[in-house]
């Protein structure tokens, strides 16, 4: 009887534990940026860093791979897309604009990510800080 009895306490600590931790993600994410927040870009391909921009004004970072693979970035001063691609599905296309004000509502937060050419787009929120439910590059 005993034994049931610290099962049942454990097991609602633990739901308890995951119920503060999912409100306090729900609550971060909410979170409107810091208005002087530093605005950057970061492209990373294969994992690697490729380069970093500032948003501002409006400009192009081109990709070019040795496989033929070319992806291009657009960037201005309200955040970054992806332009075009060589890869067949153009997911990363239609993935569209991310913003300071919209990454909470986008289903990878502060990426764009394409796969078949293996090219992450990063908005940099604060400068040394990433999004932490950005996946790992």
Same mark, same amino acid.
């Given at each position: ?43 990373? +391909?294969?994992? &690697?860093?490729? #380069? ?6 409006? /400009?192009?970072?081109? %990709?070019?791979? !040795? ?12 955040? +970054?897309?992806? &332009?075009?691609? #060589? ?6 296309? /239609?993935?569209?604009? %991310?913003?300071? !004000? ?36």
């Amino acid at each position: 009887m005993r034994k049931n009895k610290n099962l049942l306490v454990v097991a609602a600590l633990c739901v308890m534990a995951l119920a503060v931790l999912g409100l306090a993600l729900l609550l971060r994410k909410n979170d409107p940026p810091a208005p002087d927040a530093s605005r950057a870009v970061r492209v990373y +391909v294969n994992g &690697e860093l490729y #380069t970093t921009a500032r948003l501002g004004d409006k /400009q192009e970072i081109t %990709v070019r791979q !040795e496989d033929g693979q070319v992806n291009v970035i657009g960037l201005d001063g309200e955040g +970054v897309w992806m &332009e075009s691609s #060589t890869c067949r599905n153009q997911l990363c296309v /239609q993935q569209g604009k %991310v913003t300071p !004000e919209n990454y909470a509502d986008r289903f990878y937060g502060t990426n764009i990510i394409c796969l078949p050419n293996r090219v992450t787009v990063e908005l940099v929120l604060n400068e040394g800080e990433r999004d932490p439910d950005a996946p790992d590059i």
